[in-house]
């Protein structure tokens, strides 16, 4: 064919790649390979952006693509190198990942006689549908923790409002006098150049840190009172003595009856501790260890902690 055709039969396929050339460039002229150009019309182009639609949507491409069959399809995902691990691998690999002994994919892997890569295992299971999850934080809880938290709810699952209203919840907890521990992100554009709120600063030792001791109750918010050191039990009595008579009597309780909860640290089961509580007449709850979550000052202590420094 010579160079500079112009309105001649041109296959369908052909004219549809001159109209695809158009919508990308704006040109009329497409080269076409091998030994030869043709050089389209304006007419021929606007055709051909109309006839594509009607060229997709019918089977008219049928006659000059010839496509592959399912069984076709299967043979072509067969070829190239074998696989490493195949989905029936994987599903064995996705049975051992239930078991609580099997830590990683890559050891899951070598139990079933397979050394590949951590990669090579991610993408098998990627392949039969699982994906990856960070795993949530929660404290360890042996079989009698378990049983003990389980108590605690069943004891207390009658209460009242009014019930729950004459506890006093209270805890230590650590607050960094400059920035959390946690990572901090910042959005941008790629090819934005780093600006000064881009970074988080540091100092040594992470700017330091301060333990405080802290309460709350349905009627008042308590006072939060720095630990200096290692805190002891006769601390622990001075910081309840010093603060918790004040703060019963600032919430102006309903009722004589308040319930005093803390965690089982060894400091707040003292025994100048028990003894101090019952001569003031306050009721103790008897607290499942490991049990922060069961806390609600927990919710208190990240208000404190995300409105900065202390």
């Not at 389980?150 to 209270?170: A, G, M, P, Y």
């Not at 960094?176 to 946690?182: F, I, K, V």
């Not at 006072?223 to 008579?245: A, C, F, H, S, W």
Request: include cysteine; glycine fraction near 6%.
């Amino acid at each position: 064919m010579s160079q500079g055709v112009r309105n001649t039969f041109i296959p369908p396929p052909i004219r549809m790649c001159a109209a695809l050339h158009f919508f990308a460039t704006g040109s009329f002229h497409k080269d076409i390979g091998l030994d030869f150009a043709i050089s389209f019309s304006r007419s021929v182009v606007c055709r051909s952006v109309r006839e594509v639609a009607g060229i997709l949507e019918s089977k008219l491409m049928q006659k000059w693509v010839k496509f592959p069959s399912s069984q076709e399809y299967d043979e072509i995902e067969q070829r190239g190198r074998p696989r490493l691990l195949s989905d029936g691998d994987a599903r064995q690999i996705e049975r051992l990942l239930h078991n609580k002994d099997t830590k990683t994919p890559k050891n899951a892997a070598k139990s079933i006689g397979k050394d590949v890569s951590s990669w090579t295992v991610r993408r098998a299971l990627n392949r039969i549908g699982l994906v990856a999850s960070v795993k949530k934080k929660k404290p360890a809880l042996s079989d009698r923790n378990v049983k003990r938290r389980l108590h605690f709810c069943k004891t207390h699952k009658n209460w009242t409002v009014d019930d729950w209203k004459r506890v006093i919840w209270s805890d230590e907890t650590k607050v960094n006098r400059y920035q959390s521990d946690g990572k901090e992100y910042y959005w941008h554009r790629p090819q934005e150049r780093i600006q000064k709120h881009h970074v988080k600063e540091t100092m040594k030792h992470g700017g330091g840190s301060i333990m405080v001791w802290g309460c709350f109750s349905w009627w008042n918010i308590g006072p939060l009172v720095r630990i200096q050191g290692i805190m002891k039990k006769e601390d622990y009595l001075n910081i309840l003595q010093t603060n918790l008579p004040e703060f019963v009597d600032e919430s102006a309780y309903p009722t004589e009856e308040v319930v005093f909860q803390q965690d089982g640290d060894p400091k707040h089961t003292a025994k100048i501790v028990k003894s101090w509580l019952q001569n003031q007449n306050f009721g103790t709850m008897e607290w499942p260890a490991q049990s922060p979550d069961l806390n609600p000052i927990e919710n208190l202590w990240a208000i404190v902690k995300k409105a900065g420094s202390i």
